[in-house]
Structures are given as C-alpha cells and as structure tokens.
C-alpha cells in the first residue's frame, strides 16, 4: 500500500530532518547539562538549567521518537533485518533505563562520581544511537 510518505517526493525528506532536528535538541541539551554536572557553568543554578535542559531534551526525543516511527512504517521488514536498526533500538533501550536510573537516584541533587558516569555513559550512548542511526541508511 502506498503512502504520502511513500508518493509524495518532500514527505520523506521532512521527516528525516525533523528526525535531525530532534536528536539535535536532545544531544545537545544533554551535553550542556552534562557540563554543568561537571562542574563547568558553576554560576548557572542547577535546578533551572536541568528544568530547561531537560524539557528541550524531552521535546527533542518526541520529536526523533515521532518522526522515526512514522519512517520505520515505511519499511518495517527491511529495518527489522537491518543489523544498525537493531543495534540502535537496543541502544535507545539502554539509554532509557540509564535516564531512569539517573533520575530516580537523584543524581541532578547529588552531582556525585556516580552522577558524572551516568552522564558520560548517556551521552556515550546517544552518541552511538547517531551513530547507528546513519549506518542504517549503508
């Protein structure tokens, strides 16, 4: 059955930058809180950089989640059977439970050592999700 993703020749293409738009937003948040968990922007009061961070963050996911669910819809078989895509879907899981993880410990309160690896390990892992996200399409 053909789509408007699949008919129409700009269809595709807009998703595929709001996907980039949406990763962008969550990568890029992510590494600015990070650095203040390291230490870096001290004069920024914490609550408010993570409340800003993360709801940008969060609409970024939505954003990547949205668009890459309408993409997967048009080739489900072809990504199931594509290693990358696997490997990305399992990444993204990992990186769910570490944010879960993250938060449920308390670890914006903390900034502890413990803190510091959550965040080297989701920003580790989004940046492998990214990268996995392009080998798909090779």
């Given at each position: 059955?053909?789509?408007?993703?699949?008919?129409?020749?700009?269809?595709?293409?807009?998703l595929e930058a709001?996907?980039?738009?949406g990763?962008?937003?969550?990568?890029?948040?992510?590494?600015?809180?990070e650095v203040r968990?390291?230490?870096?922007?001290?004069?920024?009061?914490?609550?408010?950089?993570?409340?800003?961070?993360?709801?940008?963050a969060?609409?970024?996911?939505?954003?990547?989640?949205?668009?890459?669910?309408?993409?997967?819809?048009t080739?489900?078989?072809?990504?199931?059977?594509?290693?990358?895509?696997?490997?990305?879907?399992?990444?993204?899981a990992?990186?769910?439970?570490?944010?879960?993880?993250?938060?449920?410990?308390?670890?914006?309160?903390?900034?502890?050592?413990?803190?510091?690896?959550?965040?080297?390990?989701?920003?580790?892992?989004w940046?492998?999700?990214?990268?996995?996200?392009?080998?798909?399409?090779?």
């Amino acid at each position: 059955m053909l789509t408007p993703l699949t008919t129409i020749p700009w269809a595709y293409p807009a998703l595929e930058a709001t996907h980039i738009v949406g990763i962008a937003l969550l990568l890029g948040n992510l590494v600015a809180l990070e650095v203040r968990v390291f230490g870096g922007a001290a004069a920024l009061p914490m609550p408010a950089l993570a409340r800003l961070s993360l709801t940008l963050a969060l609409i970024g996911f939505s954003l990547a989640a949205t668009s890459g669910l309408l993409m997967f819809a048009t080739q489900p078989a072809e990504l199931l059977a594509n290693r990358a895509f696997v490997v990305k879907m399992g990444l993204l899981a990992v990186a769910g439970l570490n944010a879960a993880w993250f938060h449920r410990r308390g670890s914006l309160r903390k900034l502890d050592t413990t803190a510091r690896r959550q965040m080297l390990v989701s920003t580790g892992l989004w940046i492998a999700v990214v990268i996995c996200g392009r080998w798909i399409a090779y």
